[in-house]
């Protein structure tokens, strides 16, 4: 299975599964995605794991991230001139947006090898500079990110969890931390404030409904005392 996955060019792959589309919420910037044309949105989770690849999230402009870079390209004073981190960054769609409002520098990282080729690509056709890694970053307390922006990342229990045990920490550690997020069941109920929210257009093939409200929010620091 891993090695029919090894012999894919990421690159290659992307080209022939996707086309290059405008973001419904953020049409400045461009993503090569799925659409129901193309074979990528036929194939199942079970094909694409027979093929030896995860699901295909980097495919996608997730709600939580198009409302995260519509919300950073209307208000850069969140990014500009800081160091962003865009985690689990998928097609890359919040640090584009991130890069284009003005950050010095945009980390991408990701789990999923593909998914950092679709981030270069993205960041490539978009005119801006991103470092993609393919790295479980969860838990790294020592890098010097002033902002770390998380879209759409609460969709496991688990791994939910998990991330946002880190991203409060980093919290507590002076890092600002902005969440995008449709309701997902996994989001954590307390512990930040809204600061926007979008009507976000969707598929009813990947969300049920043709929009999701979708808010972005600012992780609060841990009460003192
Ligand atoms: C639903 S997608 C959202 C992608 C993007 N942020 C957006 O809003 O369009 C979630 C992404 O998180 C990635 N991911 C999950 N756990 C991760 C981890 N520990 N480190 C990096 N990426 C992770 C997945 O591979 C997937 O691409």
């Not at 584009?96 to 990701?110: C, L, N």
């Not at 998990?162 to 991203?167: A, C, E, G, M, Y």
């Amino acid at each position: 299975m891993f090695e029919q996955a090894a012999r894919i060019n990421p690159e290659d792959f992307i080209r022939q599964n996707t086309a290059l589309t405008e973001t419904p919420l953020v049409p400045e910037v461009s993503l090569y995605v799925a659409s129901e044309f193309l074979p990528l949105w036929q194939m199942t989770e079970e094909e694409m794991a027979q093929a030896g690849l995860p699901p295909p999230f980097w495919a996608f402009a997730w709600a939580g991230g198009q409302a995260m870079a519509r919300f950073l390209l209307d208000h850069p004073g969140y990014v500009t001139g800081r160091k962003v981190l865009d985690f689990g960054a998928g097609s890359g769609l919040a640090g584009i947006a991130a890069a284009k409002a003005g950050a010095t520098h945009v980390t991408a990282s990701e789990i999923d090898p593909i998914a950092v080729a679709s981030i270069k690509l993205n960041a490539c056709e978009n005119d801006v500079m991103i470092e993609a890694v393919e790295s479980d970053l969860v838990g790294v307390m020592d890098a010097d990110w002033d902002v770390v922006l998380a879209a759409d990342v609460c969709y496991e229990g688990p791994a939910a969890a998990r991330i946002v045990d880190w991203l409060g920490r980093l919290v507590a550690a002076g890092v600002t931390v902005l969440m995008g997020d449709p309701g997902r069941t996994y989001f954590p109920k307390s512990g930040h404030e809204k600061l926007i929210s979008y009507a976000v257009k969707t598929t009813r093939e990947l969300e049920d409904t043709d929009l999701r409200n979708t808010s972005v929010w600012r992780l609060l620091p841990p009460k003192q005392g």
